[in-house]
């Protein structure tokens, strides 16, 4: 079955911008989670949904938003965008959530100028 | 591909060695763990799992320890290949939430 997908792969962008990333979960899970990867601050986490609600949030700040839709597929949106978005944005999925197995997608590598 | 961490521990091996990676963690309300394997430019890779009720699981080539005791988790692998080079990372999930906090990782590097 596929996996977690991630588009797009790569993204340029200029300070002030905004960016809206997505991510489609693999087929029947419900659970979305969205990590920022830094090498100086590892896997940070950024929020999670489950079944269109978000459930859990990190310590980032509003500019950081995400949703889900009923299929499940989720989006981050970050606004004004700062250099220091510059990261590997990653989306896992699970079934429920709990205590399951949570599946990575590749990645949407940002960079902000 | 790009970097995953800088400064990072690193364990270096040969082929054919067995490695052993070890991750501290953090909460002792923590119920389920996962280790995962990053190559450069992909996402984390789940190797193995272990819930708390557990202190040891074995897969294919690879083991998981937790001792719940002193907040302790490693992973062994056996007869350490090239294709293993990568940075290692165990997750942790709090009992009752549903989110995984990482540890930093450690770089494995395996010469031939």
């Known amino acids: 079955k596929a996996g977690v997908t991630q588009t797009p792969r790569y993204l340029i962008k200029t300070r002030g911008q905004q960016v809206t990333l997505s991510c489609s979960p693999i087929?029947?899970?419900?659970?979305v989670s969205w990590y920022q990867q830094t090498p100086g601050q590892g896997l940070q986490f950024l929020f999670e949904?489950?079944?269109?609600?978000?459930?859990n949030k990190g310590n980032f700040p509003g500019r950081f938003s995400g949703r889900q839709f009923s299929n499940s597929r989720s989006e981050m949106n970050v606004s004004t965008l700062e250099l220091g978005d510059s990261a590997l944005y990653l989306c896992?999925?699970?079934?429920?959530?709990?205590?399951?197995?949570?599946?990575f997608g590749s990645g949407t590598r940002l960079t902000v100028v | 591909g790009e970097s995953v961490g800088l400064h990072l521990p690193t364990l270096s091996v040969q082929e054919g060695d067995n490695s052993i990676i070890n991750c501290a963690y953090s909460?002792?309300?923590?119920?389920?763990f996962i280790w995962y394997k990053q190559e450069s430019g992909k996402g984390p890779q789940f190797i193995i799992d272990?819930?708390?009720?557990?202190d040891k699981r074995q897969g294919q080539r690879v083991t998981v320890l937790l001792n719940k005791t002193v907040k302790h988790l490693s992973l062994q692998i056996a007869a350490t290949q090239p294709g293993d080079s990568a940075v290692y990372f165990c997750?942790?999930?709090?009992?009752?939430?549903?989110?995984?906090?990482f540890g930093k990782g450690t770089m494995l590097l395996v010469s031939p």
């Open positions: 896992a999925s699970s079934l429920q959530g709990s205590n399951y197995g949570y599946t």
């Open positions: 087929s029947g899970h419900r659970s």
């Open positions: 949904y489950f079944s269109e609600t978000q459930r």
């Open positions: 909460n002792s309300a923590s119920d389920y």
């Open positions: 272990i819930r708390s009720n557990m």
């Open positions: 997750a942790e999930k709090p009992s009752g939430y549903s989110t995984l906090t």
